[in-house]
């Protein structure tokens, strides 16, 4: 079994650099999909009271429909804390390449939210306005800005991994 997981290992650290590349990554894009789903439940479903997750019901049904996202947006964040945490403990986290990963997981979810939710299923729109195309605008353009950061951040910490030094004080 621990040749297994040193093959592995080392497999991963020849493609991304470290054996914990791609963790920090996954890591940061779960939170980041958390976090900005919680920003949106909490200030545009909850706050501001502009739209609910799925709007083409009952009042009552958008409110079970904010529950479940909102339950969604907790599981991703939880799952990313536990990563983290995990990374940490293994002396893996590198957290520029993890907020390379959050930045990516919440500029994703708030273009998939913008395009997909908002205008191809058209389950809700971001405020029910005469001119939401200002709205769209924002919200997509915000979320391309927040891809990009993770891409920069991403690509420019794929090969920045260092082993650290050992320090015995054997003697």
Do not use: C
């Amino acid at each position: 079994m621990i040749i297994i997981k040193h093959d592995e290992n080392k497999r991963s650290m020849l493609k991304n650099g470290h054996p914990y590349a791609q963790r920090n990554v996954w890591s940061g894009f779960l939170f980041g999909i958390g976090l900005v789903a919680f920003i949106d439940e909490t200030f545009f479903h909850q706050l501001l009271r502009w739209h609910h997750f799925y709007d083409k019901s009952t009042t009552e049904i958008g409110l079970i429909s904010d529950g479940f996202f909102h339950a969604f947006s907790w599981f991703a964040t939880i799952a990313g804390l536990f990563l983290f945490a995990d990374l940490r403990r293994k002396n893996g986290l590198r957290f520029a390449r993890w907020l390379g990963g959050v930045f990516l997981g919440a500029g994703g979810f708030q273009l998939y939210d913008g395009i997909i939710q908002h205008k191809l299923m058209r389950i809700h729109q971001i405020r029910y306005v005469e001119n939401v195309i200002t709205y769209d605008l924002i919200w997509n353009i915000l979320a391309t800005i927040l891809l990009i950061i993770g891409i920069y951040l991403t690509i420019r910490t794929k090969n920045t991994y260092h082993i650290p030094k050992v320090t015995s004080y054997e003697r």
